[in-house]
C-alpha cells in the first residue's frame, strides 16, 4: 500500500511539474520555424507578418525572404483572434528589444466576428505566463472561461508539444518555413470551389475584437512602431459575400478612423476568379501563394516609409 501512495505521489509531483513548465517556461522552448519565440530570435527585421491561417497559406515566405534578405518573418496561427494579437505585440516589445522596420497586421474581415477564445493552442505555447494571464483575462471578460476551459487552457492545451517535442520538432523544422505553409498545395478544382457550401449570415460583430483593431493602432504608434494592415484575397464567392462586405467595410471604417494604413485586396492584382489559385474560400493553393505574394512586395514596395499615423 504504501508502495502504491508513493507511486501515486510521484506521478501527481511529475504532473504537475510538467503543468507548471508548460504554463511559465513553454514560451521559451526552442521551437524553430514557428512562433514568438524563432520570431525573436531572428533579431531584427524590416517585415514582420502577424495574423491566421490565411496568412500562412498566402505569404510565400521564401519569396519574401528573397525579396527582403531573410530579414522577414511570418507569425501566424490558426483562426488568430485580433484580441491574441493585441497580446501577441505587447510579447514581442516586452520579450526583445528588437526593431522592426514594418510590422503588417491581418485585415480579415470575418476576424471582427470571432468569439474572444482559445483559437489554436500553440498561441498559449508562445505566449509567457504574463501573456497567458492576458489572454485568459480576455476570456473571462467575454464569459468564455468555464471550468473545461479553464482544464484545457492551464493544463492539457500544448501538453503534446511538450511531452514529443524531441520527435515532434524535426517535423516541425521542415513543414514550417518561417511560421508559413511550403508544401505544394494544390486546388481542388472550380467545380469543387463552386459547390463548396459556406453560410456566414448569422455572423455578429463582436466589440471586444473590434476594440483591439484600435488597441493595436494605439499601441504602434505610442511605440513609433510602422505598420500596415493587409487583406489578403479570398476566392470571389466569400469576398463579394453580403456579409463579408459588410464586415470589410466595417474594419475599414475602424482604420479609417483612426488614420491606419492599411492595403485591401482590391489593392493587390490578384485574380480571385482564378480558382487554381486557391485551396478552399480563403486558403490559397502554392500557385496562388506565389502569385499573390509578388504582387504583394510590389505594393509593399511602394507604400511610403515609416506607416505610422501622425497625431
Known sequence: MKKVIITVLAAFIVIISAVAFKNVY?????????GIRDAISSGDLDVLFIGSSTFRANVDM?????????????????????VATSIQYDELKRRSDDRYGLIVFELGPMMITQKVALSDSRVIWDLSWEGKKALWQSMYEAGNTDLPMMYEYFVTSGMDDLITFPVTEPFYGTRYYKGAKTGETGSPGKEWLEGEEFDISDKELVQAQADA?????RKCRNDGQSFIFVESPCYYRLQEDPTFRKYKEEFVRILEENDAPYISASDVDFDTHNADYFEDMNHMSAEGRRAYTAELI??????????????
Open 298 to 311: 510590389r505594393v509593399l514596395e511602394t507604400q511610403p516609409e515609416g506607416q505610422v499615423p501622425a497625431d
Open 62 to 82: 521564401p519569396m519574401m525572404d528573397k525579396a527582403y534578405d531573410g530579414r522577414v518573418y511570418d507569425i501566424s496561427y490558426g483562426g488568430n483572434q485580433l
Open 26 to 34: 513553454s514560451c521559451e522552448m526552442p521551437i524553430k520555424n514557428r
Open 213 to 217: 483593431v484600435v488597441d493595436i493602432i
